[in-house]
């Protein structure tokens, strides 16, 4: 048995009945999660004797503009015993933009929730310091969202002076 085959079982067992996907996207495993669940399948996953996926290299989301859940927040993980990488995505309708935060499994994840929240405007429920981390606090817009113009809005960001 490989170790696809270990994590698919492991995780079904780990979470019977719950809405869990497995599919394969360039040779590299994606686990589709209900976002209720976040934080649960992420501990387990990196504290599984078997499976220890303990590195936490990214989160990003994608913005499906005109879908029904609008976004997609998207976590790479890895894990070193094993060397396998996995993809955890979850889905989030624009009426409800927030997930919980799973700072408290990997402390590398919170930059990556912060640049998510600054660029998309999704909030991370029990982040430690959700705060933007490239434009100014007071920016109400967040600029990787379909919707915001290619060229910016005029004046909605005081630029430095020579």
């Not at 303990?54 to 976004?71: G, H, M, Q």
């Not at 640049?115 to 430690?128: A, C, L, T, V």
Request: glycine share 2%; charged share 30%.
């Amino acid at each position: 048995m490989d170790f696809r085959e270990i994590l698919i079982r492991k995780v079904q067992e780990k979470f019977p009945g719950e809405s869990l996907t497995f599919s394969d996207y360039k040779n590299e495993c994606v686990l589709q999660i209900d976002k209720k669940n976040i934080v649960a399948v992420c501990n387990f996953l990196k504290n599984d004797p078997e499976l220890l996926f303990e590195l936490c290299e990214d989160i990003t989301a994608i913005d499906w503009a005109k879908r029904k859940n609008r976004f997609t927040v998207v976590y790479h993980i890895y894990s070193l015993k094993n060397n396998f990488r996995l993809r955890i995505k979850t889905d989030l309708d624009e009426s409800d933009c927030s997930v919980d935060s799973v700072t408290s499994v990997w402390k590398s994840a919170n930059w990556f929730e912060r640049e998510s929240w600054d660029m998309y405007g999704i909030k991370f429920n029990n982040h430690p310091d959700l705060r933007r981390i490239y434009l100014p606090e007071d920016f109400e817009y967040h600029p990787l969202r379909k919707d915001f113009p290619l060229m910016g809005i005029p004046g909605s960001l005081s630029l430095p002076k020579k």
